[in-house]
């Protein structure tokens, strides 16, 4: 599996945010999710913090090309509706016992314009 990746951007809180995902192998090749048995995705308030809001495979997390190595997270409005700060985010991919950071970064949430 690839490297860490370090998704950092702002959004609106109270928006639909769709975070596309996808994993590579060491070499840059598409990471064959067809054997996958679980994607999860957390945003807290910080490391260590419990969970704000969480996703797994199925429930707001959807593979769109499995041997692409493409998944999507969606986070409805009312996961992010009040919340303005810094949060951080990460998913992790779940394979024969495995787990595996895909990616951790920060996202800004700010009020609506």
Known sequence: MS?????????FAGDTITINTQVLNPDGS??????????????????????MVTKT??????????TSGMYTVTLAPADTAGLVGNYLH??????????????SGILTLTGAP
Do not use: C
């Open 3 to 11: 490297s860490l990746q370090t998704p950092t951007f702002f959004a």
């Open 30 to 51: 598409p990471f064959d999710l067809s054997g996958v048995t679980g994607i999860n995705y957390v945003l807290a308030s910080g490391y260590g913090q419990p969970a």
């Open 57 to 66: 495979l199925g429930n707001g997390i959807t593979i769109t090309a499995a």
């Open 90 to 103: 990460a998913s992790t991919l779940l394979t024969s016992g495995n787990v595996n950071t895909v990616f």
